[in-house]
T-cell receptor
Framework: AQTVTQSQPEMSVQEAETVTLSCTYD???????LFWYKQPPSRQMILVIR??????QNATENRFSVNFQKAAKSFSLKISDSQLGDAAMYFC????????????????FGKGTKLSVKP | KAGVTQTPRYLIKTRGQQVTLSCSPI?????VSWYQQTPGQGLQFLFE???????NKGNFPGRFSGRQFSNSRSEMNVSTLELGDSALYLC??????????????FGEGSRLTVL
């Protein structure tokens, strides 16, 4: 079974600085997707960034980028120029590329990292 | 476009009761999945429905059940409530072939407290 581990329960960053959140995963599959989801205090989770395992190039979305190390099964999130609105719980998630009859929603989540941004 | 709507947002039940939670997906989305979020266990997958059929089921007891209607709205039911069922229940919708593969759109959740 696949597992996702986030070893940092809490992190703190100064506004405008850069912070990296760590995530490791375990799988025997070769094709899969990795995600970082953000859950602000209002609780509605949103997708921050997505990585396809077969793509070597690291995904980037504006101030958010990932460092995907497939062999090491590591998937860290870097937030540059941190803003107060980045304060939230961040969840790393895994999804198999195999789709059971069109299944989309079976994500395996890590326990999350609570990010605080200091003004 | 309206987002994912979950009702009720908050509810309190006592042990042994049952509860039904509702989820209206984004218009056009036919896949609805449910997650249980607790401080101890984190986010755990409950089940997923697609076009009224259960596609996937997580490792939860049979007290947890769900269904999906022809308009893609989904309900989940928990019978014989236990204290450990206290959690935030999140619903997420998606549509295969639209947007990014694996991207789920979440509702704000239903906070269930079991006394």
């Amino acid at each position: 079974a696949q597992t996702v581990t986030q070893s940092q329960p809490e992190m703190s960053v100064q506004e405008a600085e850069t912070v990296t959140l760590s995530c490791t995963y375990d799988t025997s599959e070769s094709d899969y997707y990795l995600f970082w989801y953000k859950q602000p205090p209002s609780r509605q989770m949103i997708l921050v960034i997505r990585q396809e395992a077969y793509k070597q190039q690291n995904a980037t979305e504006n101030r958010f980028s990932v460092n995907f190390q497939k062999a090491a099964k590591s998937f860290s999130l870097k937030i540059s120029d941190s803003q107060l609105g980045d304060a939230a719980m961040y969840f790393c998630a895994y999804r198999s590329a195999f789709r059971n009859g069109g299944s989309q929603g079976n994500l395996i989540f890590g326990k999350g990292t609570k990010l605080s941004v200091k003004p | 476009k309206a987002g994912v709507t979950q009702t009720p947002r908050y509810l309190i039940k006592t042990r042994g009761q049952q509860v039904t939670l509702s989820c209206s997906p984004i218009s056009g989305h036919r896949s609805v999945s449910w997650y249980q979020q607790t401080p101890g266990q984190g986010l755990q997958f409950l089940f997923e429905y697609f076009s009224e059929t259960q596609r996937n089921k997580g490792n939860f007891p049979g007290r947890f059940s769900g269904r999906q209607f022809s308009n893609s709205r989904s309900e989940m039911n928990v019978s014989t409530l236990e204290l450990g069922d206290s959690a935030l229940y999140l619903c997420a919708s998606s549509q295969p072939g639209q947007g990014k593969v694996g991207e789920l759109f979440f509702g704000e959740g239903s906070r269930l407290t079991v006394l």
